[in-house]
């Protein structure tokens, strides 16, 4: 069973726009919500994460929002640019646990 | 300096096959992991190693094989290649209990024919 579910699948912003990716998780043992960003030919490379003990995290032009009693968070790209374009994976893991289990992904492209 | 590395890059080869996908890492972590990303860009993990030991072990064919030789390095072999088996498969390395320390190589690209 597909323990987070990612939407989008793929996602087309201007540049300047804001993107905004989704992800929803099953399990309420989860602790711990990352967000990938994977360029083509690229392993994914942590971008941001959150812990359920707050509602928000911002590092730059990067936001996750986190909403406990829906299970559901996402990423906010604000002031998106071309140089952003990438795939990105949402994820998340249980306390004391290593592995890490991925959203489907989302295609995101920026148009200049 | 890479942090982690795999070889190799790119591999095409025929059903059947036995091959081996090699990964380093030189971050000091004590952790190192093998994700299989298939054509739909769907990550999933596969195994996980600390110090050596055998911590993760998803429900995969016992046709693979990870074999740890130090915490420095994971390899994984692959007996009787099938065509579901190309993929890109990611090693990644990470010290035990600090998850925002997971950092992927730049993958493996296998294609069975």
């Known amino acids: 069973q597909q323990q987070v579910k990612q939407s989008p699948q793929s996602l087309i912003v201007q540049k300047g726009g804001i993107s905004i990716i989704n992800c929803a998780y099953e399990n309420t043992a989860f602790d711990y919500f990352p967000w990938y960003q994977q360029f083509p030919g690229k392993g994914p490379a942590l971008l941001i994460a959150?812990?359920?003990?707050?509602s928000e995290k911002k590092e730059g032009r990067f936001t996750i929002s986190f909403n406990k009693s829906a299970k559901q968070f996402s990423l906010h790209i604000m002031d998106s640019q071309p140089g952003d374009s990438a795939t990105y994976f949402c994820a998340a893991s249980k306390k004391g646990a290593q592995k890490l289990v991925f959203g489907q992904g989302t295609r995101l492209t920026i148009n200049p | 300096d890479t942090a982690v590395s795999q070889t190799p890059k790119y591999l095409v080869t025929q059903m059947g096959n036995d091959k081996s996908i090699k990964c380093e890492q030189n971050l000091g972590h004590d952790t190192m992991y093998w994700y299989k990303q298939d054509s739909k860009k769907f990550l999933k993990i596969m195994f996980s190693y600390n110090n050596k030991e055998l911590i993760i072990n998803e429900t995969v064919p016992n046709r693979f094989s990870p074999k740890s030789p130090d915490k420095a390095h994971l390899n994984l072999h692959i007996n009787s290649l099938e065509l579901g088996d190309s993929a890109v498969y990611f090693c990644?390395?990470?010290?035990?209990?600090?998850?925002?320390?997971?950092?992927f190589g730049e993958g493996s690209w296998l294609t069975v024919v």
């Open positions: 990644a390395s990470s010290q035990l209990g600090q998850r925002d320390t997971i950092y």
């Open positions: 959150i812990r359920p003990d707050v």
